[in-house]
């Protein structure tokens, strides 16, 4: 792209080399910036101030009704109150659980995905973009589909599992059955996805080796657990940091799972309240503005400090390798 | 591959679209203001706000046909999305509609915010058009602004399932049915021996627990909040007793357990999962888009334990819409007598004005869809048989937290103190 728009240059540069020259460097120093600014002045108008502005927010007792509590300053007394509050712990519980429970056999289902893709077969571009399928659909469409297939009366699942002598379950009353069902709508919609990232990288595992491999006699599964993971590490990391990032902002599946009147309540008690829909609930339900905010901050710093902790166990692992 | 090399750049034209788009917008809404109200004849669309079917769509072709400059558009989104647009938007101080609507349940978190609303008793609104009880909580503290138009409310009754009903060995006759089920205590006893007669075992005696103790609450001449705005739900005993009662039905069963408003409700309509259902005046669309597949009828008596209000909504103005002047003159229209009388004999929504309920086509009005019961005597007595409760800024919050302890002992994963423990915990992280 770059290439292109400054191919006409060099011929009008040979009459005056001194000043083109001088132009040539400063637009070689300042384009990259330009070209790059659009996004920088995007982030900081709807990513970083935003994002300031919360923590901002956050430290004021500001709720609407309350008048002119705007800028009553309270400092980290919010976020005090967080590490007492029973409805924040109990978020934070099903964020986690629902998390791990949607994120591992995700990633597991990705991997072997992309090991099966990664064959040679008829129609391979087909599949491959089959898998991305799921992701494409809305999260909403797909989970009002998932809350009928988990219906309690009339469900397909409850009938399936009747063929099979087990008793109808209510998914949404308890704590474990809602959570499996909620990862299953998140399993669903992003193991397309991580599988196309990780068949792109096995695509760039050397082709040797599994010849090698072969040769040597070991079998297609010996070769995905001996040549293909070991390969893979960078990639599964990635996308054990992207999952787990996406698992802590779980919001619109929990969200649209529920079938309270206020959706934003995860459930009669609160037994699928992930973070987003408990910091959702306090800003714009409750309009607790100044607490929500603290409940979105201490989201991000979690988020942050999870992140912070996959790369240093990634920096062990790398190091126990070597 | 090709493809994924123009990702990012395509990303990076669609956020610079969307900024120059919201630019626009923003722009726009500050320059357009006010100006277009003074002239008459100019081409203006009314944005109108709804959180379900209000029953408006032939009432809008009637307003544009006699004001041909008008169009009127209507958006819908759920009850509790509503209100907390809404509330965003006022405070943000543009984004909302011409007319907005506003429940009851909802109005009092407006009242601190009335000035930001038309006030109707400036513009030729006449206030004993309704009873008091309508227009109190729609008014500021100081009863000098009126901010909602009152729509249409729920005088309340009991809908039952007469072939039910007679398959159990009661009453089908809605008069008997009535003595029957004078009070709360009555209809509990008689939902067991129903359970217990009943051929078909599948059928309970009721919908939803939550459903229920709106309806019983709604009859207490105090709810959540005392007279001077202070909640009381563990103090005020008719809150507890209201539970206790609620609680106790499900325990012996009579409740199907199903969340109202739900696919699953109109499910339950259908497939007949439930004998009663405490309706009022509003909820009749949900009786007539889910006939029972069973060819069962439905049959309405009074509500046990007399009057009471339950839900009625309100057309507001907020002022900082685009074309205020034509959005209150619409929303005039739409709440005056002749259009509400037409919208309880043709859609069943019961009128807030209280000159209408005594008048012949109301009073009189049969519905064919409950076996041609007299819903409009039923629900003007019910009506006039109402006794104003104090309302407070989380009124519906609050009912939703203890609804949603009701359903945890459905769903039975506690009894009725461990309920009662959870909801006061959700009450305390509501007002607290």
Known sequence: MAASVSAGRPARAARAPVAAHRRHRLDRTLSPYLYIAPFFLVFAGFGLFPMLYTGYVSMTNWRVDVPGSQGQWVGLENYRKLLDDPFFLNALKNTVGIGVLSTVPQLLLALVLAHLLNYRMRGRTLFRLGVLLPNVTSVAAVTLIFVQLFGRDYGLINWTLGLFGVEHIDWQAGTLSSWTAISAIVTWRWTGYNALIFLAAMQAVPFELYEAAAIDGASRWRQFRSITVPMLRPTILFSVIVSTIGALQLFGEPMLFGQQQDPTTGGSQHQFQTLALYSYNQFWGRFKYGYGAAVSWAMFLLIVVIVAANLIAARRMKGLDA | ?432
Not at chain 2, 2 to 18: H, I, K
Not at chain 2, 210 to 231: E, H, R, W
Not at chain 2, 233 to 254: C, M, S, T
Request: net charge negative.
């Open chain 2, 1 to 432: 591959m090709p493809t994924f090399r123009t990702g990012p750049r395509t990303r990076l034209l669609g956020a610079a679209a969307a900024l120059t788009a919201l630019l626009a917008v923003t722009g726009c809404s500050s320059s357009g203001g006010s100006q277009a109200q003074d002239d008459p004849n100019e081409k203006i669309t009314l944005t109108v706000n709804l959180f379900s079917d209000f029953g408006y769509a032939d009432l809008y072709k009637q307003y544009e046909q006699q004001h041909p400059n008008i169009t009127v558009k209507e958006n819908r989104a759920d009850m509790g999305a509503h209100h907390q647009n809404l509330q965003a938007h006022l405070l943000a101080g543009s984004g909302t509609a011409d007319v907005e609507a506003i429940e009851i349940g909802q109005v009092a978190g407006f009242q601190a915010q009335a000035a930001k609303f038309v006030n109707f008793l400036e513009n030729g609104v006449d206030a004993a058009q309704w009873v008091p009880s309508k227009t109190a909580p729609a008014s500021s503290a100081d009863g000098k602004v009126l901010f909602g138009l009152g729509t249409d409310m729920g005088g309340m009754a009991l809908c039952y399932r007469s072939d039910l009903f007679k398959a159990a060995g009661l009453p089908t006759d809605r008069d008997q049915v009535s003595a029957l089920l004078t009070d709360w205590k009555a209809y509990a006893a008689t939902g067991k021996k129903f359970l217990a007669d009943s051929p078909n075992k599948d059928v309970r005696w009721f919908d939803s627990g939550g459903n229920l103790f709106s309806a019983v609450i709604a009859q207490a001449p105090t709810g959540f909040y005392d007279a001077a705005g202070k909640p009381v739900v563990n103090e005020n005993p008719a809150v507890r007793q209201a539970f206790d009662l609620v609680a106790g039905a499900i325990k012996d069963g009579e409740s199907a357990g199903i969340q109202a408003f739900t696919p699953a409700w109109d499910t339950g309509f259908q497939k007949s999962q439930f004998a009663t259902v405490a309706c009022p005046a509003w909820m009749s669309y949900q009786f007539k888009a889910n006939p029972p597949t069973d060819g069962g009828t439905w049959d309405m008596a009074r509500i046990p334990g007399g009057g009471g209000n339950w839900g009625g909504s309100y057309l507001s103005v907020p002022r900082s819409g685009k074309h205020t002047k034509a959005a209150t003159e619409l929303a005039k229209w739409l709440t005056a007598p002749e259009q509400e009388a037409k919208l309880f004999t043709e859609k069943g929504y019961f009128p807030s004005d209280q000159a209408l309920w005594s008048q012949p086509d109301i009073a009189d009005h049969t519905d064919p869809l409950f076996n041609n019961a007299p819903t409009g005597k039923i629900f003007s007595q019910s009506a006039k048989d109402l006794k104003p409760q104090p309302l407070g800024a989380h009124g519906a919050e609050i009912g939703t937290a203890l609804g949603n302890a009701l359903t945890s002992i459905e769903q039975g994963k506690t009894d009725a103190d461990g309920a009662w423990k959870k909801a006061l915990a959700d009450v305390g992280n509501i007002v607290g």
